[in-house]
């Protein structure tokens, strides 16, 4: 819970993780893969202030403690959204995993949620899997690394058949939120491998599920937008928009949240830290703290209010995934949270 | 402002961090003319996605020409997992403006720290294709990509010379009814010409100025307003790529700059031009 001015915040992080990135989980022969993925995520982290800068071999390896502090004690968070990411090519028991997640999220009654994974190639033994997953972590979300590499393979798109295979049994199973993280491959490696238009028509085909675009399509922002505008069921996850850009370009920041109110608003939009790319104590009060520059530059972007922000920060996700907003929390502007928690069971944890 | 744009700013000023032996040719002396031809070609080379010259966004490191005709470049980029298509692209084509200059022998462009550098290196040397490069990964060259990124381009360079119009009070319909040769001369003005040309689109003084990026076909003045939302969104978002890219780079290599890297900050990169037109 954040608290500022006397008004209370419901905090739901949409997008964390618990990795293992150290050397005793590189794969032999993939360890210059396992170490460049990690490096890249640790530059990331210095686009954030300095003071939160970690060593790179904290930043590998974190324990369920420093988790925990960084995220629920003193980051504010109510609920975080573990969203899985296995490179199992790379890293042997996966970067981090449904399992991982849960096994350390277990001890934490009520402060996590489970999504869980699949790869459009895996064929019918990931669908099972998927199966045994949901039933076992009640997951109600996947988040799906179109460019992870399989078996000589560099990546897919949602469009392709065995793609429509998983998002029938998702929705079938109950798994309505599918957050899609773009990446640097796909085949054929010919084509620009960050483009949203498969969102798009998965979108159109499976209106009962909700697609969540991670860190907004970036670096494709302004195909994102202009889709998502056109989508009732496309949202935007704000991971890597506020930890990439609010102390690194704050003008940048100031210009792509404007564009976000514009094409997506504010209903659309949910809060991720990216954790542990970035702490997520930086990132809500900045945010929190955040209003659009009364300059001529900004003057036809959309405002945001508390009450937007509020929805950014928690209650758009608490929605998604039927999480229970305690009463005083809801805050006055927002009677859609009412009314899902009046039908919907809460979110099992 | 953050650290690291005032330590990618140092780049300008040609000050040099811990890996200055990789970076002969900008010694205090000053480069020597062949090296100084060198890099006035890798100025035209750019990132496709974030249209600037890879100069300037710090990814040329070293760049050294023998007295016998031979050129070697050395690039880096910001991520070991940078989109290897785009890579490829930089790396050929700093090959191709190397090569294309007289008196060169021998060309070598070499891409350090990524995930794909020994096949894009050995397919850039072998003047091999993107297709064969990758073999069995890519089913079609690059020209595609390349010119979904010039359209970008031209959408964000209609809105860098459309935006300070309307702000100086030209109405909608004035703007509807202007031509390539109605813009007030800038960099922006003249960068937009350019990449229009590059695309084959209309780039003659009495073009319209505001077109379809993909088919060239004038904009009505219906269609105006979305259009130019549309131009500004493409605007911002690749200016906030290139901010992320900058940070990146500048992280992972521990604030050294680049052989004439500059940042333009946040202001509008059409005004702040490396002057690539210039070089040309």
């Known amino acids: ?349 | 402002m953050s650290a690291p744009a005032t330590s990618a700013s140092r780049g300008a000023t040609g000050s040099r961090g811990a890996r200055g032996g990789n970076t002969p040719s900008a010694g205090a002396a000053g480069p020597d003319p062949g090296t100084s031809r060198m890099l006035a070609a890798l100025d035209t080379v750019r990132d496709p996605e974030l249209d600037e010259p890879i100069t300037s966004l710090g990814f040329v490191t070293s760049c050294r020409l023998s007295a016998a005709g031979d050129a070697q470049v050395r690039l880096r980029l910001p991520t070991y997992f940078c989109a290897p298509n785009f890579a490829f692209l930089m790396v050929a084509d700093a090959y191709d403006a190397v090569a294309a200059l007289p008196g060169i022998r021998r060309t070598e462009v070499v891409l350090e720290d990524h995930f794909a550098s020994d096949v894009i290196n050995g397919g850039v040397a072998a003047r091999a294709g993107f297709v064969q490069t990758f073999d069995g990964e890519a089913v079609s060259e690059l020209d595609g990509l390349r010119a979904g990124f010039l359209r970008k381009a031209v959408m964000a360079g209609t809105d860098q010379v459309c935006r300070p119009l309307l702000a100086g009070g030209t109405t909608l319909a004035e703007l509807a009814g202007m031509t390539l040769g109605d813009l007030p001369e800038s960099r922006a003005a003249a960068r937009l010409l350019q990449r229009r040309a590059e695309l084959g689109l209309p780039s003659a003084d009495d073009s319209p100025l505001l077109i379809d990026p993909a088919t060239g076909a004038r904009v009505s003045e219906d269609a105006m307003p979305l259009h130019l939302r549309r131009a500004r969104t493409t605007a911002i978002s690749i200016d906030a790529n290139a901010g992320v890219c900058r940070g990146m780079l500048a992280h992972r290599y521990n604030h050294t700059p680049g052989l004439r890297q500059q940042d333009p900050g946040e202001q509008d990169p059409g005004e702040q031009d490396p002057g690539e037109e210039e070089q040309q």
């Not at chain 1, 210095?46 to 939160?52: M, Q, R, S």
């Not at chain 1, 109600?140 to 399989?150: D, M, R, S």
């Not at chain 1, 036809?300 to 009463?327: M, Q, S």
């Open chain 1, 1 to 349: 819970m954040y608290q500022k001015d006397g008004e209370k915040y419901f905090v739901v992080d949409g997008h964390l993780h618990y990795w293992n990135a150290a050397p005793d989980n590189w794969v032999p022969g993939a360890e210059q893969y396992a170490k460049g993925w990690i490096e890249c995520f640790h530059a990331y982290q210095g686009l954030g202030p300095p003071e939160t800068h970690w060593s790179i071999e904290h930043f590998q390896k974190y324990s369920e403690d420093d988790l925990m502090k960084d995220v629920f004690e003193d980051g504010y968070v109510d609920v975080a959204i573990f969203q899985p990411t296995y490179l199992k090519e790379w890293y042997k028991e996966g970067f981090n995993t449904t399992e991982r997640n849960a096994l350390m999220g277990e001890r934490h009654p009520g402060k996590f949620v489970y999504n869980t994974r699949w790869d459009a190639r895996d064929g019918d033994s990931g669908i099972e899997q998927l199966r045994r997953n949901v039933d076992r972590f009640g997951s109600k979300g996947c988040k799906l690394y179109t460019a992870e590499w399989n078996a000589g393979s560099r990546g897919y798109k949602l469009t392709d058949p065995g793609a429509y295979r998983y998002l029938e049994v998702c929705q079938e199973l109950g798994v309505k939120n599918i957050h899609v993280h773009k990446g640097p491959t796909i085949w054929p490696l010919d084509k620009d491998a960050f483009d949203v238009a498969d969102v798009d028509h998965v979108a159109t085909d499976f209106p009962e599920l909700n697609f969540i675009v991670e860190h907004v399509g970036l670096p494709r922002i302004e195909d994102f937008c202009f889709m998502a505008t056109q989508e009732p069921n496309v949202y935007a996850g704000l991971a890597v928009v506020i930890g990439g850009l609010m102390h690194a370009r704050p003008q940048f920041f100031n210009k792509v949240m404007g564009e976000l109110l514009f094409w997506v608003g504010e209903d659309k939009i949910l809060f991720g830290s990216d954790y542990a790319i970035w702490e997520p104590k930086w990132q809500v009060e900045g945010f929190m703290n955040w209003e659009m520059p009364d300059r001529e530059e900004y003057a036809d972007y959309p405002r945001l209010n508390n009450d937007g922000k509020r929805k950014i920060l928690g209650l758009n996700a608490a929605k998604l995934y039927d999480i229970e907003v305690p009463a005083e929390l809801q805050g006055p502007g927002t009677p859609g949270a009412h009314e899902v928690l009046g039908e919907a069971s809460p979110q099992r944890v």
